[in-house]
């Protein structure tokens, strides 16, 4: 029996260079969006107040503004009920009520822990010049569980790669399906996901000690959009559907999510996608419920998540006619080759 010949090197590697594109662009985009948006944080507008009607307070207020310039958003507020009230509303990082003896600053850190510490940072070094100690209150705790305010990013990360990863399983696996059951499989899927989310989060390391239901009913919202958009790309993009995925909820997700530095911490294209970003949407909306009894914008993060599976949907139903189109057109050029599939599990499997 005659041997089989050899692959000729120049396609073998043209081949392989074409797959091995996959990972390198991923190591690119990583590079880019969490460097971009983590590797100098600096104020931008930070929110902050200083308590007091009197002229020292107002005094005060103004060197702070004159000394930080854009870096500090500075008001004065008449009352402390302002301030909490202000810092519930989740509009201040922090306020300041000056004392002689005992100056205090009061923050919300379950709203940002790292917004929080910049605040302490600059009122920390006016009571240092003042010659006095700084009493720091938070008045927005974070749960037992979570003493850094970051086990809702780690959630968010959870449910994220659980989607997208599922995604590659349906598109690839499930290719012989019609798309009305992979829909199903996809919502089937990101129920189970959001459950994991959930039962992890709570019972088990008790980042979520309370309103389960409504943080789970919002990961469920937030992981169904991901694999509705993902499944109606993959009719698309294909092979590529994953790299697509991990820009769009990896890259630009956990960096505009808020988990690790809010908007005025970062940049302004980071900050200005965590305003309708999905990621933000169930980050800050679990924040919402949690810390903040449902308020500070919460109708704005669900709106956000309900447009993100919307135009999920949206996809769904422009694939479903594509490949609807295509099946009249030739039966048989829906249905992937041995080594189309073989492929395109390789290059999805690297992405997961």
């Known amino acids: 029996m005659a041997a089989t010949p050899a692959p000729a090197l120049g396609p073998s590697l043209k081949h392989l260079a074409v797959h091995l594109l996959t990972p390198?662009?991923?190591?690119?985009?990583?590079?880019?969006?969490?460097?971009?948006?983590?590797?100098?944080?600096e104020p931008h507008r930070l929110a902050v107040a200083v308590v007091g009607t009197t002229p020292q307070a107002g005094g005060l207020a103004g060197a702070v503004r004159a000394k930080a310039g854009p870096a500090l958003d500075v008001r004065t507020l008449a009352t402390?009920?302002?301030?909490?009230?202000?810092?519930?509303?989740?509009?201040?990082a922090g306020a300041f009520v000056?004392?002689?003896?005992?100056?205090?600053?009061?923050?919300?850190?379950?709203?940002?822990?790292?917004?929080?510490?910049?605040?302490?940072?600059?009122?920390?070094?006016?009571?240092?010049?003042?010659?006095?100690?700084?009493?720091?209150?938070?008045?927005?705790?974070?749960?037992?569980?979570?003493?850094?305010?970051?086990?809702?990013?780690?959630?968010l990360v959870a449910l994220s790669i659980g989607s997208y990863g599922s995604v590659a399983v349906i598109g690839a696996a499930g290719a012989g399906l019609g798309m009305r059951v992979r829909a199903l499989v996809g919502l089937a899927t990101s129920l189970v996901v959001s459950v994991i989310g959930i039962v992890t989060a709570g019972?088990?390391?008790?980042v979520v000690d309370h309103d389960l239901a409504a943080v789970w009913a919002m990961g469920w919202l937030y992981s169904a959009g991901i694999v509705a958009i993902g499944?109606?790309?993959?009719?698309?993009?294909?092979?590529?559907?994953?790299?697509?995925?991990?820009?769009?909820?990896?890259?630009?997700?956990?960096?505009?999510?808020?988990?690790?530095?809010?908007?005025?911490l970062q940049n302004g294209f980071f900050g200005a996608l965590h305003s309708f970003w999905n990621g933000a949407g169930f980050l800050e909306g679990a924040r919402d419920v949690l810390y903040f009894g449902g308020g500070a914008g919460l109708?704005?993060?669900?709106?956000?998540?309900?447009?993100?599976?919307?135009?999920?949907?949206?996809?769904?139903?422009?694939?479903?006619?594509?490949?609807?189109?295509g099946r009249a057109a030739d039966a048989t050029t829906r249905v992937p080759s041995v080594e189309a599939a073989a492929e395109e599990e390789m290059d999805e499997a690297v992405g997961v």
């Open 24 to 41: 390198l662009l991923m190591c690119l985009g990583m590079a880019l969006a969490y460097q971009g948006a983590f590797h100098q944080p």
């Open 80 to 92: 402390r009920d302002d301030a909490e009230r202000q810092l519930r509303d989740r509009e201040l």
């Open 98 to 155: 000056p004392d002689p003896r005992s100056p205090e600053l009061i923050v919300a850190k379950a709203g940002s822990d790292t917004s929080a510490m910049a605040a302490e940072a600059v009122f920390r070094t006016v009571a240092t010049q003042q010659g006095v100690p700084l009493t720091v209150t938070d008045i927005a705790p974070t749960a037992e569980g979570d003493p850094t305010g970051q086990g809702l990013f780690f959630l």
């Open 203 to 206: 019972p088990v390391f008790h």
């Open 231 to 264: 499944t109606g790309l993959h009719t698309f993009l294909k092979r590529w559907t994953t790299l697509a995925l991990m820009v769009l909820f990896v890259m630009l997700n956990f960096t505009t999510s808020g988990g690790i530095y809010r908007p005025e």
């Open 299 to 325: 109708g704005g993060r669900l709106a956000a998540l309900t447009l993100w599976l919307l135009a999920g949907l949206a996809l769904l139903a422009a694939a479903g006619w594509y490949e609807r189109r």
